[in-house]
């Protein structure tokens, strides 16, 4: 019995089945997944600075190409009158904002020239679109790892 209990918590616990119920975790290469990065503490920094971006961790390249829909928060970057033309989809609330940003390759970095509406940066949205493997920096806010080509408009997060 304790054999099936152990190989049924293997199965679930795998990289791939874990990948595949978090799709941020398709963005970080199988071997990287479940590593702990520690964010280093300079007890220098003054209290409105932001801590550094840490720059680790590798792409998946087979990802470049392929339609993917990717739930996560919006990180407004360029708007144009009441709509978000250019922004980062991030997996965790805060990120970039009020915490450091997680490493490029859990950031989508997308530019959207028609624009979507504004929204709350509490809200959790569904971005659907081609996938780029391409990294972009925007200076003094965090470096992307992947970009994305929507297809169609944001939606509602709904589990």
């Known amino acids: 019995m304790w054999r099936i209990i152990y190989l049924s918590l293997l199965v679930l616990l795998s990289p791939s089945v874990l990948a595949a119920a978090n799709p941020w975790q398709t963005l970080i290469p199988e071997l990287e997944r ?21 720059k680790t961790g590798g792409l998946v390249h087979a990802l470049d190409g392929q339609n993917m829909r990717m739930p ?9 009158g009441n709509k ?36 709350e940066p509490w809200e959790v949205v569904w971005i659907s679109g081609e996938m780029q ?7 003094g806010l965090a470096s992307a790892g992947y970009a994305m080509n929507l297809i169609k408009d944001i939606e509602m997060y709904i589990p």
């Open 34 to 54: 479940g590593q702990i990065v520690q964010t280093p503490i300079n007890h220098e920094v003054q209290l409105d600075e932001r801590a550094p971006q840490i």
């Open 72 to 80: 996560g928060f919006i990180v407004p970057l360029e708007s144009d």
């Open 133 to 139: 493997v391409k990294a972009t920096d925007v200076e």
């Open 84 to 119: 978000i033309t250019e922004f980062f989809l991030v997996p965790f609330f805060g990120a970039c904002l009020h915490l450091p940003p997680p490493p490029p390759n859990q950031i989508i970095h997308v530019s959207h020239p028609k624009g979507i509406d504004m929204i």
